[in-house]
């Protein structure tokens, strides 16, 4: 039996660590993640041995400083959102529920770069299917001649030992939740194998300067499976997102130490594979029926691109069970926080209303603009009064009533008149010159609910 004190208590859900057992874990408030694990003989392999550490060298703020190399893969989508290209020597976690697509893009980004070195430098290892389902997909993609390395196992050190041998330019290790490490006890895909195995990856990664992309499972909560520390210990986090009920996903930068976050890619998925999405607007707008009440166009920004969507709300009388409120693709506390002030300043009532609020085609949003197209859409739906099929919507609404501005009206005006939208509602704050709008649209300001409920009469 192992000794007493080389025992830890560990939550599989956000990794901290307790003396002993207990059935809620305090750090994250998850209930049963707590397991027995025994502590890894040598804490992370080769920690030094010396005594004393060296001197560190301080230097001042200002500076020259490095410009990444990048390599551009043949994907638009993956460089827009990991900045401008993938980093050499940098370690990206793609996160994201089973099915979603995650082998597919990245098997896709592996036979991209493959394509462009040929220089046999990039390596598929996968932890989770073996070799022949891998290449049946890799048939199904069309990609199977490009020179990609591919390999199935799930061991950490014999990936380490062949690397070691190699020139990489690009690994993929898929997923992180398979892979093991001998001098770790527990089992796969517990925190402390997940924890070890990805520092050993990462610190090869990055002695020789290679892409590492790490796949990490999601739990039923959203968050990468096994540790919050792994989100740590990479340079970017991406989770790739969806509905399995829809075509497109959705590849959001959640954290990018090269380059800006909530930046998204769009893809569309098809028998042959995930295909970029040039103009995100006009797939999210595909199947909108104009004039019907319950729908309004917002005129949203994902990272540095503007994105228009359709909201759409439905309002009912409520039966003898209580209003009930159903929210896809939004904030539930917001749209609570929107009905409170349409109730407070509007006199209106929805505590016998049901209220159904959907974002069309499964797109996430989460942006305070898109209150203001929230309430119209509800409006619309509670008054059956359509909105006219060519305007836009965007801008916050604060708990007096008021309608704030928000940020790059142009860049959203400017998209909605490509795809042919012409009238506009906005917030009146914007008159403040503070920014000042240059559109050919008509635009109507608005500075508070109440006059927004005139617009209804
Ligand atoms: P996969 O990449 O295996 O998902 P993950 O690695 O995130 O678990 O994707 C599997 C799904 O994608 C599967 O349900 C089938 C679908 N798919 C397509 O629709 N077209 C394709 O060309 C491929 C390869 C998969
Ligand atoms: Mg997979």
């Given at each position: 039996m192992a000794k007493k004190n080389s025992i830890d208590y560990v939550c599989q859900s956000c990794g901290s660590v307790y003396p002993k057992w207990q059935g809620k874990c305090d750090a994250c408030?998850?209930?049963?993640?707590?397991?027995?694990?025994?502590?890894?003989?040598?804490?992370?392999?080769?920690?030094?041995?010396?005594?004393?550490?060296?001197?560190i060298d301080f230097v001042s703020l200002d500076g020259e400083s490095q410009t990444y190399k990048r390599f551009v893969t043949n994907l638009s989508e993956i460089n827009r959102v990991s900045g401008g290209g993938l980093v050499p020597g940098s370690v990206v976690l793609?996160?994201?529920?089973?099915?979603?697509?995650?082998?597919?893009?990245?098997?896709?980004?592996?036979?991209?770069?493959?394509?462009k070195l040929k220089d046999n430098s990039c390596f598929y290892i996968s932890g989770e299917e073996a070799i022949d389902q891998v290449r049946i997909r890799a048939k199904r993609l069309g990609l199977a001649d490009s020179p990609v390395r591919l390999a199935s196992t799930t061991s950490v050190k014999d990936i380490i030992t062949t690397l070691e041998k190699e020139n990489p330019s690009l690994v993929i290790i898929d997923s992180i939740q398979t892979m093991y490490l001998d001098e770790v006890e527990s089992t796969p895909g517990s925190v402390a194998q997940v924890r070890a195995a990805a520092y050993e990856l990462i610190k090869i990664a990055k002695r020789k300067g290679f892409t590492l992309f790490l796949v990490g499972h999601v739990t039923k909560q959203g968050a990468i499976a096994g540790p919050r520390?792994?989100?740590?210990?990479?340079?970017?986090?991406?989770?790739?997102?969806?509905d399995r009920g829809h075509h497109f996903r959705i590849l959001r930068a959640v954290k990018n130490r090269y380059g800006a976050t909530d930046e998204i890619g769009v893809f569309e998925m098809q028998d042959t594979g995930l295909v970029e999405v040039e103009?995100?607007?006009?797939?999210?707008?595909?199947?909108?029926?104009?004039?019907?009440?319950?729908?309004?166009?917002?005129?949203?920004?994902?990272?540095?691109?503007?994105?228009?969507v359709e909201i759409q709300a439905l309002v009912g009388n409520s039966g003898y069970n209580?209003?009930?409120?159903?929210?896809?693709?939004?904030?539930?506390?917001?749209?609570?926080?929107?009905?409170?002030?349409l109730e407070a300043r509007c006199g209106m009532n929805f505590s016998n209303h049901d209220v159904y609020l959907n974002i069309a085609g499964g797109l996430k949003i989460s942006e305070p603009a898109?209150?203001?197209?929230?309430?119209?859409?509800?409006?619309?739906?509670?008054?059956?009064?359509?909105?006219?099929?060519?305007?836009?919507?965007?801008?916050?609404?604060?708990?007096?009533?008021?309608?704030?501005a928000v940020s790059q009206p142009n860049l959203r005006l400017k998209e909605a008149q490509k795809l042919g939208f012409t009238n506009a509602i906005i917030p009146h704050s914007f008159s403040d010159k503070k920014q000042k709008i240059i559109t050919n649209m008509s635009y109507h300001e608005i500075g508070n609910v109440q006059r927004l409920i005139s617009r209804f009469n």
């Open positions: 408030g998850e209930w049963n993640t707590i397991v027995e694990e025994k502590k890894p003989s040598v804490e992370f392999s080769n920690i030094s041995a010396k005594k004393q550490g060296n001197q793609v996160g994201g529920d089973p099915g979603i697509g995650k082998s597919t893009l990245l098997l896709q980004v592996c036979a991209g770069m493959a394509n520390v792994l989100e740590h210990m990479v340079d970017t986090v991406l989770y790739f997102e969806g103009n995100p607007s006009a797939l999210f707008l595909a199947e909108r029926q104009g004039c019907v009440s319950g729908s309004c166009v917002f005129a949203g920004i994902e990272g540095s691109r503007p994105v228009l209580g209003a009930k409120r159903a929210i896809v693709g939004w904030d539930s506390g917001r749209l609570a926080m929107i009905l409170a002030v898109a209150d203001l197209a929230v309430a119209m859409a509800v409006i619309s739906s509670l008054t059956n009064k359509p909105l006219p099929s060519d305007m836009v919507v965007f801008g916050e609404i604060g708990l007096s009533g008021e309608i704030r």
